[in-house]
C-alpha cells in the first residue's frame, strides 16, 4: 500500500520506466511502480529498426493511431494535441514576439505545427536525431498537418545535444527552445543534464521541455528544475492531463529577464486544450508535488 502523499519510485526509474505487452488486440504499457496505459488496437501499420531505436505505429480501436519507440507510447493520435499544445504555448505567449524557433526533438511533427500557428513565427528549425521518425510519421501519421514542410520550416538531423552546443559556442541565437524528447535514457539522456540546459541559455531566453509523470516521478522532475533554474533566472513546473500517458504529466519552463504571458494571444489560434481562458491553471500544481519540488 502507498502511504506517502507522493509515490517514491526506485532509483533506477527511469532505467526501465515502462514496458508493453503486445496481445492481438490490446497494447499494454506497464511502468514499474504497477500503473497501466492500454489500448484496443486494430493492427500494426508499420514497424522498423533504425539506427537509433525501433519505431512502431498501430491503429486504435477508438483513438486513432498510436506511435511507439523502443516499446514506449509516444502519442495517441485522437488526444495528442493534449501533450503538444501544452508543451509550446506557454512559452510560446511568454516572448513578446517569437520569431525565430528551435526544436529539439519532436520528429513527429505536432510541436511544429503548434509552433506555426502564432503569426510572429518566422523560422523554425526542428532538430531530430532520427530521420526514420519523421519519414514513419509524416507517411503513416500526418499529425503535422503539413507543417513539416512549411517553407518557414528547415530540418537537421542530427543530435540535439551536439546541436545545442554547437549554437552556443557559434553565439547563435532563437527567441524560443522547445525540447519536445523521449524519455532521458540512450540517446535522449544528454537532453536532460545540466550541460545541455547550461548551453541552451546561451541560445535562447526561454526554454520549454516535457519532464515526465509528475506524482509518479517527482524526484526526476526536481532534479530537470534544479537544472533549469541553475541555468535560467525564471523556472515554472507545470502539468497536463495527456491520455496516453501516466498522469498528471509535467513540463518545466524557463526564462531570463522580465517576462509576462500574454494570453490574449491564445484566443487568436485554433486549440482544442490550452486556450486564454485555462492556460494559467496549469501552472497551480497540487501541494503534494509543490513540497517535493525547489523553491
Known amino acids: 500500500m502507498i502511504t506517502s502523499s507522493l509515490f517514491t519510485p526506485p532509483s533506477n526509474f527511469y532505467l526501465n520506466i515502462a514496458f508493453v505487452v503486445a496481445m492481438s488486440d490490446r497494447i499494454v504499457e506497464w ?35 498510436i506511435l511507439l519507440i523502443d516499446k514506449k507510447i509516444q502519442l495517441v493520435e485522437a488526444f495528442e494535441p493534449m501533450y503538444h499544445e501544452a508543451l509550446v504555448h506557454p512559452a510560446m505567449i511568454l516572448h513578446p514576439t517569437p520569431r525565430n524557433v528551435l526544436i529539439i526533438g519532436g520528429g513527429d511533427g505536432g510541436a511544429v505545427r503548434e509552433v506555426l500557428k502564432h503569426s510572429s513565427v518566422e523560422s523554425c528549425l526542428l532538430v531530430e536525431i532520427d530521420n526514420e521518425v519523421i519519414g514513419a510519421c509524416k507517411k503513416h501519421l500526418g499529425i503535422d498537418s503539413g507543417a513539416l514542410d512549411d517553407p518557414r520550416v528547415r530540418i537537421v538531423c542530427t543530435d540535439g545535444f551536439s546541436y545545442i552546443k554547437g549554437c552556443a559556442d557559434e553565439n547563435k541565437k532563437y527567441d524560443v527552445i522547445i525540447v519536445d524528447s523521449t524519455d532521458p535514457i540512450g540517446h535522449a539522456a544528454s537532453l536532460f543534464s545540466p550541460e545541455f540546459y547550461a548551453a541552451c541559455a546561451r541560445v535562447a531566453p526561454i526554454i520549454a521541455t516535457q519532464s515526465g509523470p509528475a506524482l509518479f516521478n517527482a524526484k526526476s522532475l526536481a532534479t530537470v528544475v534544479t537544472s ?54 496549469m501552472f497551480k500544481i497540487p501541494p503534494a508535488l509543490r513540497k517535493e519540488l525547489p523553491r
Open 31 to 65: 511502468y514499474d511502480f504497477g500503473y497501466c496505459v492500454g489500448f484496443e488496437v486494430c493492427e500494426r501499420i508499420m514497424r522498423l529498426k533504425s539506427k537509433y531505436q525501433e519505431i512502431e505505429i498501430y491503429s486504435t480501436k477508438n483513438f486513432g493511431k
Open 228 to 281: 533549469v533554474n541553475n541555468a535560467y533566472e525564471n523556472t515554472r513546473v507545470y502539468i497536463a492531463c495527456v491520455i496516453g500517458y501516466a498522469p498528471p504529466w509535467s513540463f518545466v519552463l524557463g526564462w531570463r529577464g522580465n517576462m509576462n504571458f500574454d494570453v490574449d494571444r491564445l484566443s487568436k489560434i485554433r486549440t482544442h486544450y490550452v486556450d486564454s481562458e485555462n492556460v494559467e491553471c
